[in-house]
């Protein structure tokens, strides 16, 4: 990959001064393409998609349906209706959830490193409808325990309904083995659920190889616009889901003693929508494409062991996760043991420009489970270059040098 290029087709980093942003595990830039795309709309055909008949309404249908075509491409869904839009990949996971039909005792299997978007719409059931979420405990490097995970598969036995597990961590970059979990799961007759938010930007996807059930991303992650996100749902699942934003194109028709759904995916994509993002997200799948994401993701490794190999021997600082970056991707999270990562974190930008992530990072659970505080996260992408993490790394070790 020509990273110097890359680099070029976003306005923030094409000056010889750019940051170094390593915040890609929060929210990607986004390129020249996705804001002209936006633009596009707002000037050029500012309608509203899937109602009206004039003009801008239909050249902004005919988008939104390019955008759906691209977006099933990518994940290779079995047709462009499996797709739906949503804000991100909460707002996915919610439905997804919410939308199921759940008895008293059914147990619903998550792992102990979840993004509150994938913990917290399960806890939400266990408390006001009795479902029984149950944990499944990672080993000691975070990395999946599948021996464990199939006891406790045995020990739910038939009233195991729910596997719903990160694809890729935010925490840590540790990636699940999603294929074989979800083989597991359906000999028990259970669903699968992912969270991609981490995976699709950064990956190949392939549900079909997956062999899941459900699949969500946020978009806002891959290059794409704020506010944007969606999931992919087998064609027979959306049909029995329920909508939990019922009102404008959720519908048929209405009468006032009753309505009928409209077919999936508008009976999921009620009220106005974000046309805007929804025109862009072609134009991010676009730009995507136009990489082998395998290379893509070997480049965010190598820059990962750099500065893994930098700063994994520095007194007080411990790696999350195992040590090796090819099991982290271009994710490296550091526990500061002397140290508050924010104030670390605002010492990075403020001194040098180095744009990092710190907190616990939606993953309260794990921190607290733990007895952390938080962690300082380096997320690296296609457009960063090696003297992007080796800047976030020296300048890292000076800090910590200064504040002893």
Known sequence: MDVQKIRQDFPTLASDNAPAYLDNAC????????????????????????????KYGT??????VESRKKLSTMVN???????????????????ISKGLSWEKGDIVLTTDREHNSNLVPWLQLEQEQG?????????????????????????????????????????????????????????????????GAQSLPHKPVDVQDLGVDFFAFSIHKMCGPSGMGGFWAKKELLESLRSIQAGGQTVKSTRYDGFEWAE??????????HFAGMK????????????????????????????????????GVEIIGPEQPSLRGGILSLHLKKHDPHEIAMLLDESNDVMVRSGQHCVHSWFHAHNIEGSLRASAYLYNTEEDVKRFSETLEEILTILG
């Open 280 to 315: 862009a997200t072609g134009d991010a799948v676009d730009y995507l494409s136009s990489f082998d994401l395998n290379e893509v993701y070997e480049h965010e490794v190598r820059l990962n062991s750099i500065m893994t190999n930098r700063l994994k021997d520095i007194d």
């Open 264 to 273: 999936p995916p508008a009976r999921f994509e009620g009220g106005l929508g």
């Open 77 to 95: 869904a079995n047709e462009m209706n499996e797709i739906v839009f949503t804000k991100n990949a909460t707002q996915s996971l919610n439905q």
């Open 131 to 195: 479902v029984d979420h149950r944990v499944i405990p990672s080993f000691e490097d975070n990395t999946f325990n599948l021996e464990e995970f199939e006891k406790m598969c045995n020990e739910a036995g038939d009233k195991l309904r729910m596997v719903s597990v990160g694809h890729v961590g935010n925490l840590d970059g540790v990636s699940t083995p999603v294929k074989e979990i979800a083989k597991i799961a359906h000999d028990f007759d259970a669903l699968v659920c992912v969270d």
């Open 59 to 64: 050249m902004v249908s005919k988008a939104i």
């Open 27 to 54: 929210v990607t830039l986004r390129p020249n393409s996705v804001i002209k795309s936006i633009l596009d709309y707002y000037e050029l055909s500012p309608g509203c998609g899937g109602r009206s008949v004039h």
